[in-house]
Nanobody, 122 residues
């Protein structure tokens, strides 16, 4: 399985970005995927997860502002980020696990991408 993120960049506070994660070799019918971020000097933190059944789970930083989604036909996962804040600045990773049911996979990832940088200026 290969995960490749894209869509990061620099935006002003209040702006929006859409991150993409293209997954080659991943079976979208049986698994769970998610977004994780790491800010400079801080530990990694989960952002959101989505199961193959479409159920989603959001961590506090993402609730109400971010939306995670899957496009099985395009073999791509997305993270739509709105109302971005400077504290959202981080390296955003996508990750995945196969043979998993539901969205509660935040501690079970088998595969990771290299990350895409998001920088939000005030």
């Amino acid at each position: 399985v290969e995960l490749v993120e894209s869509g990061g960049g620099s935006v002003e506070a209040g702006g929006s970005l859409r991150l993409s994660c293209a997954a080659e070799g991943y079976d979208y019918s049986r698994g769970c995927m998610g977004w994780i971020r790491q800010a400079p000097g801080k530990e990694r933190e989960g952002v959101a997860t989505i199961g193959s059944d479409g159920r989603t789970l959001y961590q506090n930083p993402a609730k109400g502002r971010f939306t995670i989604s899957l496009d099985n036909a395009k073999k791509t996962m997305y993270l739509h980020m709105n109302t971005l804040k400077p504290e959202d600045t981080a390296l955003y990773y996508c990750a995945a696990v196969q043979r998993w049911h539901g969205p509660f996979c935040g501690s079970a990832y088998e595969y990771w991408g290299q990350g895409t940088q998001v920088t939000v200026s005030s």
